[in-house]
């Protein structure tokens, strides 16, 4: 079997573990999206203004005739992504959004200190360097996805006009046009690193962003049973779908989840510069995206965030992003200890529970990207996020 030179080494490594997962994990480094990469490809004919509208047309209401005049391979994607799978039950997904809405202000810590890093210093952190979208635009990137976080567990976000469900989708599109972008640029490797955005790095930040989140979040204080977790698991599956990862490598429940990205991790080739620069480039982008621009208050922030997330992940890994020495013993139990004190709190004051949720949420709204104009449809334009302005 063919496998990116990068992944040689891993992929043996793994194998011995658990032979089909590595397998399946290896070979889709160089899947990308066939369906997604033609309508792309069809829509380079047009001008931006022409493909915002018609991507705007088939997200908002098919139906409408708008959509009629657009690319025929833009119309069958639509008409292909509005029909969920059997596997789906919306129903189902009820205990995980509560369950979010409950602990908001630790998932965002979780994602914070732990899932960013993991899901993006894998060698997806490749197309992050190159584009320069996290150098570039990084504090945006950050609320856009935290407000795709939030979309999709809104009741009914993921139904066919929720927002989570657009939201979704956009990032499909938005992949196969960098995907596009980074293939036509002489700075990415093929043979070494597989596909750009390729479905096993699509499939594997999945996982990190539920399951690992999972994990962080009961780290730091978080309650919540199987039916919960399975539930949240579930939300993020048919995101997953509408974003286009495959079956085989598009996590099934909680324990297919962390067993993806355990052997994911494996196959990973060791950490490399990009992994580093763009692990310190979430640290330090973390302040500006809640609000805080004063550089002394930053700096402080960014040195805390450092020792929760060093907590978080572990020693070996910080210590391979270079991450500053320090005194992190203590850092999770105070946090466990917060969220302790607040469910005590909640109990002996009821009434404090809608505003403590309140608190909770509109933080994670804060630190949420919500255009004037809408979910925008614009595409990037150019390779290097500097030169093709605000998407």
Not at 1 to 20: F, L, N, S
Not at 106 to 120: C, D, N, P, R, S
Not at 126 to 146: C, E, M
Not at 340 to 352: A, D, E, G, H
Request: glycine content about 6%; charged content about 25%; aromatic content about 10%.
């Amino acid at each position: 079997m063919q496998v990116p030179t990068a992944y040689k080494d891993g992929y043996e490594r793994a194998r011995i573990v658990d032979p089909d997962m590595a397998t399946r994990y290896a070979t889709h480094t160089i899947v990308e999206d066939p369906d997604a990469d033609a309508v792309i490809n069809e829509l380079d004919e047009l001008t931006p203004h022409e493909v915002g509208a018609f991507i705007k047309a088939g997200m908002d209401e098919a139906s409408n005739g708008a959509l009629r005049d657009a690319p025929p391979l833009l119309q069958k994607f639509f008409e292909d992504v509005a029909t969920p799978p059997d596997w789906v039950d919306f129903e189902a997904f009820t205990p995980g959004i509560r369950m979010f809405h409950k602990n908001t202000r630790l998932v965002l810590a979780g994602m914070v200190g732990g899932v960013l890093v993991e899901g993006f210093t894998t060698n997806i952190a490749k197309s992050f360097f190159i584009t320069g979208r996290l150098r570039d635009q990084g504090v945006r990137r950050l609320q856009q996805n935290n407000r795709h976080m939030v979309e999709i567990f809104m009741p009914g976000g993921l139904d066919r006009y929720g927002d989570g469900w657009k939201l979704s989708v956009r990032i499909r599109l938005i992949h196969a046009q960098v995907r596009r972008l980074l293939n036509n640029s002489e700075e990415w490797d093929t043979a070494s690193w597989g596909v750009p955005l390729s479905a096993a790095h699509c499939g594997f930040a999945l996982t990190a962003f539920s399951a690992k989140l999972l994990d962080h979040m009961r780290q730091i204080g978080a309650r919540f049973n199987d039916e919960e977790a399975e539930s949240f698991i579930a939300v993020w599956r048919y995101s997953g779908h509408l974003m286009g990862i495959p079956e085989a490598v598009l996590m099934r429940d909680r324990a297919d989840a962390l067993r993806l990205f355990e052997i994911g991790w494996m196959c990973e080739p060791e950490l490399d510069i990009e992994s580093i620069v763009i692990a310190h480039s979430l640290v330090n982008s973390s302040p500006l995206v809640i609000g805080i621009t004063e550089p002394a208050e930053r700096r402080a922030l960014a040195r805390y965030i450092y020792a929760v997330s060093r907590a978080m992940i572990g020693n070996p890994l910080a210590d391979k992003l270079n991450y500053p020495r320090g005194f992190n013993v203590g850092v999770l139990a105070r946090l466990r200890l917060q969220a302790w004190l607040t469910r005590v709190m909640n109990k002996l004051f009821p009434k404090n529970v809608r505003n403590n949720n309140f608190t909770n949420f509109t933080s994670i709204l804060d630190a949420s990207v919500f255009d004037q104009e809408g979910i925008p449809y614009r595409m990037p334009a150019h390779v290097y996020a500097e030169e093709s302005g605000k998407w």
